[in-house]
């Protein structure tokens, strides 16, 4: 079993930034790939960014690309996710997870395995 919990969320105005973190604990070595997710009111869950855990190698969304970043820190296991340029339409409930089984589709909240409880972004404009 891997356990995720999550950081950093809050209120901020548009054009501001936050930082989400995502700690993980339990079986982290069986860990393959690690996402960040969202949920706005009365929309289905969202990809946002994912990353390769051993690797590095990153992934985004198109409404994210050049505003969000994704990375990891091995030795913490921790997953952040860095979030500038913030517009109204990025608020939603961020969720991080994690994939234990090899593959390359990362954008499917279905192949992940684990998942934080979700923080809180709101973004005003």
């Known amino acids: 079993q891997v356990q995720l919990v999550e950081s950093g969320g809050g209120l901020v105005q548009a054009g501001g930034s936050l930082r989400l973190s995502c700690a993980a604990s339990?079986?982290?070595?069986?860990?393959?790939?690690m996402a960040w997710f969202r949920q706005a009111p009365g929309k289905g869950r969202e990809f946002v960014a994912a990353?390769?855990?051993?690797?590095?190698?990153?992934y985004y969304a198109d409404s994210v690309k050049g505003r969000f970043t994704i990375s990891r820190d091995i030795a913490k296991n921790t997953l952040y996710l860095q979030m500038n340029s913030l517009k109204p339409e990025d608020t939603a409930v961020y969720s991080c997870?994690?994939?234990?089984?090899?593959?390359?589709?990362?954008?499917?909240?279905?192949?992940?395995?684990?998942w934080g409880q979700g923080t809180q972004v709101t973004v005003s404009s």
């Open positions: 339990g079986r982290t070595f069986s860990i393959n790939n």
């Open positions: 997870a994690a994939r234990v089984v090899p593959g390359t589709v990362l954008h499917t909240a279905g192949n992940y395995n684990f």
């Open positions: 990353i390769s855990w051993g690797g590095g190698t990153t």
